[in-house]
């Protein structure tokens, strides 16, 4: 191989192992962005609408914390119970 005047200090792979840890970090940098868009934007602007407003309020005047609710403790959980129940009797093989 001709000697050449001049001599690049990153080979080939270094190149590319630094273009990918670059392109990481870019994409970590944007999924952290996302984060916080929909954290400090998005979720508090969903608390402002109507429906969702009046389910704050509703746990708020009966001092229920919403993080320790159950499924269970949903209002659609009922119905759906039921429409297991007519299933599973229907067809007993779907649930193993």
Known sequence: ???????????GSDLRRSRANSSGWLRLMIA???????????LPWLATQ????RHI???EQRQIDPSAMFYTELEAMPALRTQVSRIREDHP???W
């Open 57 to 59: 309020e509703f746990l």
């Open 32 to 42: 952290v962005a996302a984060i916080l868009v929909l954290w400090l934007a998005v």
């Open 50 to 53: 109507p429906p969702i407003r």
């Open 93 to 95: 093989a779907s649930f």
């Open 1 to 11: 191989m001709p000697l050449t005047c001049c001599k690049n200090d990153i080979n």
